[in-house]
């Protein structure tokens, strides 16, 4: 038996899987999963890479002890987010994660010297102040010394394969949502780089998905017991997701549902239009060089971080009860607004959303969750309409992949809002299309085609009606 190993780590948790091939079918087998919780550094909101890296080493271990060793791995992970090197190696300050607020007030840098019109017709990525670029200037106002000592700019998912093999490769699905790629050559923008003045030295070739980075080092094998190839997936998790989506269609719109969710179809060329531009959608890179042409939509967070600020007390599915039961709450409130993107009390920052919009406050812990589920399908609802009028078609049906698929209350309300059948499932898409590129490579698949009959034939995909 030929088994691939996904590690799919998301900006909450993460998950190893292994995948192999039977009678055609795809069959997936989890390995290890964890948290991935930020941890507060010198006033900073970091990632604990340490810790993620030991469990990736832990889940290695596991797949020993099961006597299924992987033929390949591939890792994806969250995006923007980076780490510097330098000559040595060594990381230069800290993993800073997207949720700190170093980032605000950064556009400034970089809108005076590049406006917004301009810097989305290069790069065709969605304005957020977390975005890489802007992270950049950051590190430029508060530790301009560690992009002088640099030698390397990896992503996180990058920086993870160092870890594993030694061997430094920038993958192209993640850096494209750097916003400094040049969305119609998917190469780093050297003017770009030059006029923010980031050293260009750091910003090396990019490798495709299916990329060979390495075996594993000495150490690493002397660890875990065996020696794996490391191979680039779409190492950007929206990337693998939107691989693993179960349709042949072009009329279908695409939902990847967790910590966020992320909506938008496949296109053959990147949109960077000033309508694009203002209605915020994003041109991310994907396998084989197609664009995903999306929306951010903060997702899931907002109901996870209402649980964890009940101290977990209750289950996602309790939580989803009492949403259904508060049904007739009417607030919504603007999902991607900032306030609900690190906010210390998920439920206050909900309810001064609504007083400050004249709407009824939510009082019960129901009341705030259905008010943030309804908000979410109403977003998706808008987000189908401007994808229509983008792009110049009527759109049939939605996939939802991902974690947030088994959301049975979230699919009935996006139903409800943009009137079209939902079809949920895989809930492993991620792991899943790292698995598929890993496949594609060795030959289990003639190409991605294929993988994605095979995708519709081994999951049970439900199917929710208007």
Not at 185 to 194: A, I
Request: hydrophobic share 35%.
């Amino acid at each position: 038996m030929r088994y691939y190993l996904a590690v799919d780590l998301g900006a909450s948790s993460g998950k190893m899987i292994l995948g192999h091939v039977e009678d055609g079918r795809i069959i997936l087998e989890e390995v290890h999963r964890f948290d991935n919780n930020l941890v507060e550094k010198n006033g900073r909101l970091c990632w604990d890479l340490e810790n993620l890296f030991d469990c990736i080493v832990q889940g290695l271990k596991n797949c020993k002890a099961a006597g299924k060793i992987p033929q390949t791995l591939g890792i994806d992970t969250w995006g923007v987010d980076f780490v510097l090197l330098d000559r040595d190696y060594n990381m230069l300050g800290d993993s800073v994660a997207y949720r700190d607020r170093r980032n605000e007030g950064m556009d400034e840098y970089v809108e005076a010297r590049i406006s917004e019109q301009e810097l989305y017709s290069i790069t065709g990525i969605q304005k957020q102040q977390f975005n890489t670029i802007y992270q950049l200037a950051a590190v430029k106002k508060e530790n301009p010394e560690h992009l002088e000592q640099a030698e390397y700019y990896l992503m996180i998912p990058d920086y993870l394969n160092f870890l594993l093999t030694g061997v430094c490769k920038n993958e192209y699905t993640i850096a494209s949502t750097t916003g400094l790629l040049n969305a119609h050559d998917n190469t780093w923008d050297s003017r770009l780089l030059e006029i923010l003045d980031y050293p260009k030295k750091l910003f090396r070739p990019l490798s495709p998905p299916g990329t060979v980075v390495g075996g594993f080092t000495d150490r690493i094998k002397n660890e875990v017991g065996f020696d794996c190839k490391v191979i680039l997936p779409a190492s950007h998790d929206t990337g693998s997701a939107f691989l693993a989506v179960p349709t042949l269609s072009d009329n279908s719109v695409t939902i990847s549902s967790g910590t966020w969710s992320l909506i938008g179809v496949e296109n053959r060329r990147p949109i960077t239009t000033e309508q694009s531009r203002l209605n915020n959608f994003t041109n991310e890179g994907g396998y084989d060089y197609r664009y995903r042409y999306l929306k951010n939509i903060m997702g899931l967070w907002m109901i996870q971080s209402i649980r964890k600020k009940l101290d977990n007390k209750y289950t996602f599915a309790q939580l989803e009860e009492m949403a259904r039961e508060a049904g007739d709450f009417p607030s919504i409130v603007d999902v991607n607004d900032n306030s609900f993107l690190s906010p210390p009390d998920m439920i206050e920052a909900v309810r001064d959303y609504c007083r400050k919009t004249n709407q009824p406050v939510p009082e019960k812990i129901g009341e705030a969750v259905h008010c943030v589920y309804r908000s979410l399908a109403k977003s998706y609802a808008d987000s189908v309409r401007q994808l229509e009028q983008l792009i110049g078609k009527k759109y049939t049906s939605i996939n939802i992949v991902g974690g947030g698929s088994k959301d049975s209350y979230l699919n009935m309300l996006t139903v409800k809002a943009t009137g079209l059948p939902v079809y949920a499932g895989p809930s492993e898409g991620t792991a899943l299309g790292n698995i598929m590129v890993q496949m594609i490579t060795a030959g289990e698949f003639s190409g991605l085609s294929q993988a994605r009959k095979a995708v519709i034939n081994s999951f049970e995909i439900k199917e929710i009606l208007p």
